[in-house]
């Protein structure tokens, strides 16, 4: 099947007759069994049925098989949120004296997860450039229990070289994740890469609408267990309503994602041929450092990039940011509407990220591009 047609089939089924197109909503905490025997039975494959609330319930499993069919994976778990999704992975890797390798780019709650709660486990985080490559081998110890990819990255949009961090990382022994959501499941394919746990914020553009939280991963039968384990253990369980919102979400991902893509590239380019603009970091553009790799490993851009403002006054991405009127000014994307939010990247252990200019991030919506093309263009000359 062709992706169009999986995204409109996955997580259904119409195995009897007069169902619904989508299937119901099952909100549970509690299932009811009228004989001992069918609750032990039950209990011996709690995810895949119906036995407690907090393992899932048939909604729940029909999201995780949606997703799962998409990437190609043995398993996908749903967790409460895209960060909870990323909490259990390092979870089922951690340990007093373990190692680990994140990438510098990574989504800021990440690090403090790292540098908070993992250090205080005992586990060591070293943060490499995203550009490493192959050179990733140089990084690996004896005591190295996972490898942290997030690619592009975020706010700057660095594409990893994931098949040469994958082979260093197998010669070694050592699973790898990734955090994809920037590019869903329709644009990166990182199971099939070799990686050993593919992680969604379906908050973003899976759920869509910006109206929910909701976290996914994807896994081998190699490492589902462990995963499942972790999963468990934390109790962070994703809301039924939401794995609702996100199937229905997926229908339209790729309408929506193809409009955003276009609309974002467009403006893209528009930007960078503005004076006002030093840079656009945007994979799609020829220009853009890690062009060469996207175009190699991914199936497209979804609608989000950083602009570097050529004015260097911190005051000029202000004046900027607050004389946008269609783009508002919020966390997240992925939804249908534009948005915009300064990029920090004082976090960041490495160098590279100290001399950039101030910078902005849009999340291009469904708006008309001549609309939001109009709006940056009267938010520039305020500058
Ligand atoms: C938003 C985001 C997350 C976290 O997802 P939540 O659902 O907000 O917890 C993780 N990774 C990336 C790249 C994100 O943008």
Request: charge should be negative; glycine fraction near 8%; hydrophobic fraction near 45%.
């Amino acid at each position: 099947m062709k992706t169009a047609t999986k995204l409109v089939s996955v997580g259904r089924s119409h195995a009897h007759a007069a169902a619904p197109v989508n299937p119901p909503v099952i909100r549970a905490s509690t299932f009811l069994f009228n004989k001992l025997e069918e609750f032990e039975t039950a209990q011996r494959t709690p995810f895949d049925g119906a036995f407690y609330g907090r393992v899932g319930t048939p909604t729940t499993f029909a999201f995780e098989q949606a997703i799962c069919a998409l990437e190609g994976g043995h398993r996908s778990i749903a967790t409460a949120s895209g960060l909870a999704a990323i909490t259990a992975t390092l979870m089922a890797f951690a340990e007093a004296g373990a190692h680990m390798l994140v990438v510098d780019t990574v989504y800021d709650p990440v690090r403090r997860l790292c540098n908070r709660t993992l250090a205080r486990m005992g586990v060591s985080v070293t943060y490499y450039d995203p550009a490493v490559g192959a050179g990733i081998a140089d990084l690996i110890r004896d005591e190295t229990t996972l490898i942290y990819m997030e690619s592009p990255g975020t706010g700057t949009f660095e594409i990893q070289d994931i098949p040469s961090i994958v082979a260093a990382a197998k010669s070694r022994g050592v699973p790898t994740a990734i955090d994809a959501t920037w590019a869903t499941p329709l644009f990166l394919r990182p199971i099939e890469m070799g990686v050993d746990v593919s992680i969604h914020a379906a908050t973003k553009y899976i759920v869509g609408h910006s109206d929910g939280m909701l976290g996914v991963l994807t896994t081998t039968a190699k490492m589902y267990d462990r995963l499942r384990a972790a999963t468990q253990d934390l109790g962070g369980c994703a809301g039924v309503e939401e794995c609702n919102l996100a199937l229905r979400g997926l229908r339209t991902l790729q309408a929506r994602l193809s409009q955003q893509g276009d609309t974002a590239f467009a403006l893209a380019q528009w930007l960078e041929s503005r004076d006002e603009v030093a840079r656009v970091l945007y994979p799609a553009l020829s220009g853009f450092p890690g062009h060469d790799l996207w175009k190699r490993h991914f199936d497209g851009a979804s609608g989000v990039f950083t602009i570097e403002l050529t004015d260097r006054d911190p005051e000029a991405a202000r004046r900027f940011i607050d004389a946008l009127a269609l783009f508002s000014i919020g966390f997240s994307w992925g939804g249908y509407e534009s948005l915009v939010l300064p990029v920090n990247t004082k976090s960041r252990t490495l160098p590279n990220w100290q001399n950039l200019g101030p910078m902005v991030r849009l999340q291009i919506g469904m708006e008309d591009p001549e609309d939001l093309r109009a709006d940056l263009e009267q938010a520039l000359a305020a500058i």
